[in-house]
Each structure stands twice: as structure tokens, then as C-alpha cells.
């Protein structure tokens, strides 16, 4: 896989390992042409966030023992697709998010001045 990069074009940081996170399962929010949902925005798991995606029909708060999936709760760090992250955003359910683990290709979707007020992560 090529290198890939976040928003500020430096070398993509690993979002979560525990739960390992990812399209490929690898920690970080790397993407191909396979992503389809462009799981990109590493995003700070709020209750907020798991209640508004799985009334979108995406329930990411139940175990998944056939996927090796432990579910998500409140405090979790996952990369999230960013046509629904943009969704909560429009919605008031956005969660917090880090800019320096979130992959670049969030700004083809989201404004990057809209994902920098929700960084945790700016100094």
C-alpha cells in the first residue's frame, strides 16, 4: 500500500488499535478504491454518535462475534465513513475527531475548516 496522509499532508498517525480500527483492520484510517463507505475521519465515539448511526441503519455498538467485531461504546476511537460523519455533522451529532489521524481524502467530502472545529488534536 502506498504511503498515505492526513489533512495537514504529514504521514497519517494510527487512530486505534484496541479496537483495531480501519478498512484494511491495520489501526489506521487508510483507504483504497475497495472503500467504498471511505472510512477516513478517526472519530472520538460518543453515545451520541452510535445512537444517530444506528438509527442510519448502522449499528456500531453491538458485538460482532462473526467479524471479530467487540462493538463501539463512549470513549472508543474509530475510523468512521466520512459521508456519515458529515451526516451527524448535519444532524448536531458529530463527535470529535483527530485531524492528525484522519486521513486527507475527509476534505474531498468535508470542508476542512468544518473538521477543524472538531479537533481534538490542534495545538
Not at 491495520?26 to 451520541?48: K, M, P, R, S, W
Not at 444517530?52 to 471479530?68: C, H
Not at 467485531?69 to 456519515?84: I, N, Q, T
Request: glycine share 4%.
Amino acid at each position: 500500500m502506498e504511503k498515505q496522509f492526513n489533512v495537514f499532508e504529514e504521514e497519517i498517525e494510527e487512530c486505534c488499535s484496541n479496537p483495531i480500527t480501519g478498512f484494511f483492520r491495520d489501526g489506521f484510517c487508510h483507504t483504497d478504491n475497495l472503500d467504498q463507505g471511505l472510512h477516513v475521519v478517526c472519530a472520538y465515539i460518543t453515545e451520541d454518535f452510535l445512537e444517530f448511526s444506528k438509527s442510519r441503519g448502522n449499528d456500531l455498538s453491538t458485538p460482532r462475534d462473526e467479524f471479530n467485531f467487540p462493538g463501539l461504546k463512549e470513549g472508543d476511537h474509530w475510523c468512521v465513513c466520512a459521508e456519515r460523519w458529515k451526516e451527524a455533522y448535519e444532524n448536531d451529532k458529530a463527535p470529535k475527531i483527530y485531524l492528525r489521524r484522519t486521513n486527507k481524502k475527509s476534505i474531498k467530502i468535508i470542508d476542512l475548516e468544518v473538521l477543524k472545529k472538531y479537533a481534538i488534536d490542534l495545538d
